[in-house]
């Protein structure tokens, strides 16, 4: 039976000094009682017309929604100044994302949506030692093994190796990796897809696919292998293709997630075709976990130019799989 009345979804603030917090007021005031979600966050980085209501306990937020954005309160030291990230704030941005997991996995809430934050400055303030926000998330909810899904209503992509030189790219991408990729996205799919037998394309390393080993052997001694390893289960999985033509329309409609074997080959088409609606989902956490696709745009920040776009559709992404899941 689907919960009718599920738990609220966490925001986290994320970087202070950059467009997040704009992002969360004009998300509530986009969604509005419609999809209920509380930010995480101090109350003074909001805008100055912003309707807030503090709440102490996520179980408030629906009441609150109606007539503000609902705030559990988390307190920062010292002032903030709009493009001008502060590392002293780092470990309070730190702590609050750490906050966000704590109630999704205890059922307060019943997803993520996190704030894009600004690594120079977690650096710099709190000794960050992950890549980024999708490793540390994974440090939290000790696991080994995450994949990065970048998601629109036009296309679903997923790098096997994410955070790395392209130089290293060959060195990163081994069968365990990729296996463990494939494993945990189909199985995503299953759960928080509603996708019972998600149809997978793979593309390859090579230009061409390698073209039959004339332009590289990572297809024929990687990638193949684990293919026809995972077909031999039942994985409905087609590859290893050209990666040039695998993002027009024709190709998209042929499959659900396309699997691509390191960053840009995955993010340029997702956000060639479809910009501002991207979200970014961690796969295989114990918990969902979605983000809008763009950085903290320092440079447009406390100007009120911020476009909501992307937030709007991790909360509505995040709502979406956290129904799915509880059916």
Not at 20 to 40: M, Q, T, V
Not at 89 to 94: C, E, K, R, T, Y
Request: with cysteine; glycine share 8%.
């Amino acid at each position: 039976m689907r919960n009718s009345n599920p738990s609220p979804i966490a925001l986290s603030c994320g970087e202070p000094s950059g467009i997040g917090p704009e992002l969360a007021y004009k998300a509530w005031a986009a969604l509005g009682h419609e999809l209920p979600f509380f930010l995480i966050g101090d109350l003074r980085h909001l805008p100055n017309d912003t309707p807030v209501i503090e709440i102490t306990d996520p179980s408030e937020t629906r009441a609150a929604c109606a007539h503000g954005l609902p705030v559990l309160r988390h307190e920062f030291t010292g002032a903030v100044t709009p493009g001008k990230p502060n590392p002293d704030h780092a470990q309070s941005v730190l702590d609050v994302i750490a906050r966000g997991v704590d109630l999704v996995q205890s059922g307060a809430a019943s997803a993520l949506c996190t704030g894009p934050i600004h690594k120079q400055a977690l650096y710099e303030g709190a000794g960050f030692d992950w890549p980024g926000h999708t490793e540390y998330l994974a440090a939290l909810a000790g696991v080994d093994r995450v994949v990065m899904m970048l998601a629109s209503p036009q296309l679903r992509v997923v790098p096997v190796t994410i955070h790395m030189p392209l130089a290293q790219v060959p060195l990163g991408l081994t069968p365990d990796v990729l296996e463990q990729t494939l494993r945990i996205t189909r199985a995503a799919l299953n759960r928080d897809f509603a996708l019972p037998a998600p149809r997978i394309a793979v593309a390859g390393l090579n230009p061409h696919a390698g073209e039959g080993g004339a332009m590289g052997k990572e297809e024929i001694k990687i990638i193949t292998p684990v293919l026809n390893k995972l077909r031999a289960e039942g994985f409905d999985i087609r590859g290893p293709l050209s990666a040039d033509t695998m993002f027009h329309e024709k190709a998209r409609a042929q499959y659900d997630v396309a699997i691509a074997m390191y960053h840009d080959q995955a993010l340029i088409p997702i956000k060639t075709l479809d910009f501002d609606r991207g979200v970014n989902i961690t796969l295989g956490l114990p918990f969902i976990r979605t983000s809008p696709d763009h950085g903290t745009a320092l440079d447009i920040a406390g100007l009120g130019r911020a476009n909501p776009t992307s937030t709007i559709e991790a909360l509505q992404m995040a709502a979406r799989m956290a129904a799915t899941r509880t059916a």
